[in-house]
């Protein structure tokens, strides 16, 4: 058994990863300043403090209520998710996003200290709008979004203070993640769980631009399983250093794709909410898995139709 801090784990992809944990017995603590949050969806076994990332004292009380002698590792989830919430709010994005995680890498890379690795979620955004060839991580970023350039920011700070301090600090950079416990009442949530929410309710989409935005939608065990073996690799690589790996399928769907596979998954035909582009939205964004699947040795290997089908299940399109 050993002893993870969450960053972010009452979130969507936090309170999946941390059940993941609990279930292999491990211990857990979470930070979180439940902004988006919400603490009965954490399992009551791990410990919530709920605090920010952008305040140093709030990290060391994590760490501390952690155990900082027996932590194994940190995975850094909090950050504020959205592209059009950054915009609004580039000053937060920055702090959160960017500092936070710069405060998350220097409480855990310490020179002459013993270090803790840490895992932590970077995005597709970094990539900006790349055009139609799949990202490799080698792809020179270009972020067209304060959320985009805060993630990229916060990529630099765990590579300067991992090659600094002695530590390892591993970027995931997730592309479209869906899966159940999203929650679908907020505008600034992913679009899988707004369409399939909308259509579920027999109401309409709300379509932003012509539909022919591309994603990579990557279901969300399969980035728990990621997450889980970049830190099984850090810990097992002795060497201080960085890395960065995607994560993602490979696969483009349109969102007019995407909408008429909901309608098949749950046989109804849609209709649809036109509005305008979305300032600061990525055309296309496809990435690259063979990075991942060679350091990692796995692949994000779930099918949308079968993501769809398991998010639709009764009770899983909620908030949890
Ligand atoms: P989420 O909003 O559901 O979860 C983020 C969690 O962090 C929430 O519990 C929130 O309350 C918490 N949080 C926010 N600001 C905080 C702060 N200042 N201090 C402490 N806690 C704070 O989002 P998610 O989809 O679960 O995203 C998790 C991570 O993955 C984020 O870093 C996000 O940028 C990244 N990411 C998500 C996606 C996606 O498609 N969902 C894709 C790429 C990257
Ligand atoms: C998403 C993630 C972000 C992540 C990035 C990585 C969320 C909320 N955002 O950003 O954290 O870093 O992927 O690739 O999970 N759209 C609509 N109607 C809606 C909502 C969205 O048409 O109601 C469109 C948007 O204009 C966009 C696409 O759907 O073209 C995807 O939007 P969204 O789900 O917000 O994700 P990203 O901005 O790609």
Known sequence: MQTFLVTGGCGFIGTHLVASLLADGHGVAVLDDLSTGRREALDPRAALVAGD??????????????????????????????????????????????????????AAC??????VP??????????????TAPARESRPPAPISPYGADKLSGEHHAASAARRGGGRATALRFFNVYGPGQDPSSPYSGVISIF??????????????????QRDFVYVADVVAHLRAAMARAAATPRAGFDVFNVCTGRAVTLAGLLAALARV?????????LPPRPGDIRVSIGDPAAAAEALGLRAATQLTDGLARLLAPGALSAK
């Open 118 to 131: 840490v895992v932590f979620a970077s995005s597709a955004a970094v990539y900006g709008d790349a055009g």
């Open 196 to 213: 399939a929410d909308r259509l579920r309710a027999g109401r309409a989409v709300p379509l932003h631009g012509d539909g022919g935005q």
């Open 110 to 115: 310490r020179p002459g200290e013993r270090s």
């Open 53 to 106: 990332v952008a305040s140093p004292p709030d990290i060391a009380a994590a760490i501390a209520a952690a155990g900082a002698d027996r932590l194994a590792g940190i995975f850094h989830l909090a950050a504020i998710a959205s592209v059009p919430r950054c915009l609004a709010d580039p000053a937060r994005s920055r702090a959160v996003n960017a500092d936070g995680t710069r405060n998350v890498l220097a």
């Open 266 to 274: 749950l046989g109804r035909s849609p209709s649809v909410e036109p």
